[in-house]
């Protein structure tokens, strides 16, 4: 006799696969909230690669915006007032995805 028949023979009337019903449930459910956790996890690295991203993005593409005009001081003073305002935007996005790193599941 092998040591799998005598598993299925204790598994009582109406349950086919061995052991006690309740801790294959058990074990199920465990799996299931490990696998829940690995893609909240995967989610939130997405999340924070894609804020990032976003951030340089469009800091950049804003930065691209700007017509300096003038000499060089002029022009310092133009990309200044941009930054400015940029600058605050592109925080919040990297605190965002600062948060979506550090956040624990």
């Known amino acids: 006799m092998s040591r799998y028949s005598g598993a299925m023979e204790g598994g009582g009337p109406g349950f086919p696969f061995g052991g006690d ?3 294959l449930l058990r074990g199920l459910r465990e799996f299931a909230e490990q696998q829940a956790e690995t893609v909240q996890e995967a989610q939130r690295e997405q999340f924070a690669t894609l804020t990032l991203n976003t951030a340089v993005e469009l800091t950049a593409a804003a930065l691209q ?3 300096a005009q003038g000499g060089p001081d002029e022009q310092a003073v133009a990309l200044r007032d941009a930054m400015r305002v940029l600058f605050p935007e592109a925080v ?3 605190s965002a995805a600062r948060q979506g ?3 624990e599941g």
């Open 21 to 23: 019903p309740e801790d």
């Open 65 to 67: 915006q700007v017509s």
């Open 92 to 94: 919040a996005l990297v």
């Open 101 to 103: 790193f550090m956040r």
